[in-house]
């Protein structure tokens, strides 16, 4: 068992027990919790989240992704900037790309609106910001490496030798 | 009415005396009462669990679009034998040559199939490791050989023995047919016992039918190819597919390997039942062999996490279970209930709603385990361990 074994499976399913972790990779369950608390104080593990299909629940919520380009500054480069950036609740997601654009910011708000006003108030006048382009998300078809639509059906013959 | 056939089935039946010389599967009326129930847990199938990645399903439903529905050559595809003759070389070390030593099939148990027609003749023995996948024993006998049982053992880890085995050669047999990683017990046959049983080969002048189908599914250990042991190559004739790898049981698509005088009799065969294996399922090998490592490393290690999870679910409900270590079947003994195999797997199902297959259904020393598959959920897995444990604590001696 390695730890990169452990995370790989808290990854795919973070309410597997240390109990579990342990069977199924033929290990001991006090040394498989001790390397988990370890992450966690690492910040290797930074959380446990769940993966929810929100078209499912009736919800006020709206992503888009705004493409941010940047004028890197001395010394720091991008990271500054990023870093006032992803500072905001609103900004979900934030990575640096390589491309026509440099930031790509996962926005979230509950409507349109709320979006256009972080953008145009708080994001675009941000010193260093050079240009955004907004692009509203419209459905999510996978995410996280699941498909979100309906579960599929088992296929197999109940028994086959 | 008048029929062609004679009416005194004593004298001359309608099917075959070949065919009725196969005994019916024993565990009929199990299946039935199993069709009859819901929210089963079914650890009795002998599939993955996975459907066929994407990029192996769109490269086969491109080839639809783009009209590839034509036969192909009877050995199949060139590209796909190409390719193939490079993955086997890359990862057993053994070279075939595409053109003439390999033969596309339709999934193994046609190459099975193939090899027992193209090999035995009438009287023929074929030794072979008991228990075992049902169709060996039955494909012998449609090819008029006699299938030679070499019982193996939980005490033995199920590997066949080899002064056993040669113990059981004669002047009729012909060739040793074995099934490793093996369905119905997980076992391996660890590169020793191989080298003992090439050398028994050599002695005898017999051939090796290999049937390696769960090559790709072994857990912390490397598969060893027949054909790449010392002297083998040329009498061995090496299955495989791509059904249990590349989660593609319904593509049935598989190839036989082997020395050029055996395929081309196997060909011949091929080429007058089958014609060629169906091109959809051939793109969709070919991509498979090409693009979908990443695949099968993820599906492997997933299997071994349940493998190890669940060994050690029925080990702690007191089981004993030898650990098996290629395909995706555990083989407990199920010693510690009054009941054989049959009844365990009956009274199971019917109250506890899990499927397990009986051991005696891949032959008679099969009689004392059930064979259960964890290439199933793992909250199925562990919902059949609470049940199976239920039903123990009811009936344990």
């Known amino acids: 068992m390695s730890n990169k074994e452990i995370l790989c499976l808290l990854e795919k399913d973070a309410k597997l027990t240390p109990e579990q972790i342990a069977a199924m990779t033929g290990s001991n369950a006090t040394e498989v919790g001790q390397l988990i608390k370890q992450a966690e104080d690492d910040h290797i593990i930074v959380k446990y989240k769940t993966l929810i299909n929100w078209d499912k629940v009736s919800n006020n919520r709206v992503l888009a992704l705004v493409e941010v380009k940047i004028t890197p500054q001395r010394d720091v480069g991008f990271d500054a900037i990023a870093e006032r950036i992803y500072k905001f609740a609103e900004a979900r997601t934030v990575y640096l790309m390589s491309g026509t654009y440099d930031l790509a910011v996962l926005v979230e708000g509950h409507t349109m609106q709320e979006i256009a006003e972080f953008v145009t108030r708080k994001l675009a006048p941000i010193e260093g910001v050079t240009g955004t382009t907004s692009h509203f998300v419209l459905r999510c078809y996978k995410e996280d490496g699941e498909i979100l639509g309906t579960k599929e059906e088992a296929k197999r013959q109940a028994v086959f030798l | 009415m008048t029929t062609i056939f004679p009416q005194n089935s004593s004298e001359k039946g309608i099917t075959s005396r070949r065919v009725n010389s196969i005994a019916p599967s024993g565990i009929r009326k199990f299946f039935d009462l199993l069709a009859t129930m819901d929210n089963v847990i079914s650890l009795g199938v002998g599939e993955p669990d996975f459907t066929t990645p994407w990029n192996i399903r769109e490269a086969a439903i491109y080839s639809l679009e783009k009209g590839y529905t034509m036969y192909t050559s009877n050995l199949g595809m060139p590209e796909l034998r190409q390719e193939l003759s490079l993955h086997l070389e890359q990862s057993y070390g053994v070279r075939y040559d595409p053109d003439s030593e390999l033969l596309i099939t339709v999934g193994v148990s046609e190459a099975l199939d193939l090899a027992m027609r193209a090999t035995i003749d009438p009287g023929d023995q074929v030794l072979m490791a008991a228990p075992c996948y049902v169709a060996y024993p039955a494909s012998v006998l449609l090819s008029c050989g006699e299938p030679v049982m070499i019982p193996t ?245």
């Not at chain 2, 012909?174 to 050599?202: C, D, F, H, W």
């Not at chain 2, 062999?289 to 999870?309: C, G, I, P, T």
Request: proline residues 5%; contains cysteine.
């Open chain 2, 153 to 397: 053992n939980e005490t033995g880890c199920f590997e066949i023995d080899p002064p056993l085995l040669e113990a059981a050669v004669s002047s009729r047999s012909k060739a040793i047919l074995s099934g490793y990683p093996s369905n119905p017990t997980g076992a391996v046959l660890p590169r020793p016992k191989m080298e003992q049983i090439a050398e028994i080969a050599l002695r005898h002048n017999l051939l090796i039918i290999s049937d390696e189908i769960y090559a790709s599914l072994v857990y912390g250990i490397e598969h060893t190819c027949f054909a790449s042991l010392p002297g083998m190559r040329e009498r061995t004739v090496l299955l495989g597919g791509f059904s249990k790898a590349y989660a593609m049981t319904g593509w049935r698509i598989g190839f036989a390997a082997g020395p050029r005088e055996i395929i081309a009799a196997m060909t011949k065969i091929h080429q007058y039942s089958i014609m060629c294996a169906p091109t959809m399922a051939q793109v969709a090998a070919l991509e498979a062999l090409r693009n979908s490592k990443n695949s099968v490393d993820e599906m492997v290690a997933d299997y071994n996490h349940r493998r190890q999870l669940f060994v050690k679910g029925l080990r702690d409900i007191g089981f004993s279970c030898f650990e098996p270590k290629g395909a995706f079947y555990a083989f407990p003994n199920i010693g510690l209930t009054n009941f054989n195999s049959e009844t365990f797997a009956e009274k199971l199902l019917a109250e506890e709603k899990v499927a397990v297959v009986p051991g005696t259904a891949f032959g008679e020393c099969g009689e004392g385990h059930v064979r259960c598959c964890y290439a199933t959920s793992l909250p199925e897995l562990e919902e059949a361990l609470v049940r199976i444990k239920q039903f123990v604590n009811r009936h344990q001696k």
